[in-house]
């Protein structure tokens, strides 16, 4: 039926009227019927249900299974193969990602410690010049009050 409706291309109207079967129960069976839509729709209700500390043990645990090891092991658990390999993805992409925003983090440290050190020297650079330019206008006061002020 459902090859009838996809090869000759007849109507769901039509189709449902000929079969008696309801044209929404037609849609939903030919989204289904489309390559890899049942299997990513059950992968995202079963990746919601399982919580993440679960699936992360579920990846490990079948990390060093076979197809057909790991096919008797997901049996056990009721889970489906592309579930384990989809977390294991996620898993490897978080793992990178974390890696990568250390090593980023590790050289803006860096970054911000060797401005640090600049702004301190700089700062020592210019405390003492402010210390030398404050004895200066001492001894001025000084030697003014001692010889007169000359500059008027």
């Not at 990390?63 to 008797?72: T, Y």
């Not at 898993?91 to 803006?108: D, L």
């Not at 700089?122 to 000084?142: P, S, Y």
């Amino acid at each position: 039926m459902l090859r009838r409706m996809l090869n000759e291309g007849i109507s769901m109207s039509a189709l449902a009227r000929e079969t008696g079967i309801a044209e929404g129960t037609l849609y939903r069976w030919r989204e289904a019927a489309k390559p890899n839509r049942e299997t990513v729709s059950i992968t995202k209700k079963q990746s919601e249900k399982t919580p993440t500390s679960r699936k992360f043990a579920i990846v490990v645990q079948a990390a060093s299974l076979n197809e057909a090891e790991l096919a008797e092991y997901c049996r056990g658990k009721g889970l489906y193969p592309e579930h384990v390999k989809a977390w294991r993805a996620q898993a490897e992409q978080a793992m990178a990602g974390t890696m990568v925003c250390a090593k980023v983090h590790r050289e803006a440290l860096g970054f911000e410690k060797k401005r640090r050190s600049a702004l301190e020297r700089e700062l020592n650079r210019k405390e003492k010049a402010l210390a030398e330019t404050a004895a200066l206008l001492i001894l001025r006061k000084k030697a003014a009050a001692i010889w007169g002020d000359e500059e008027k």
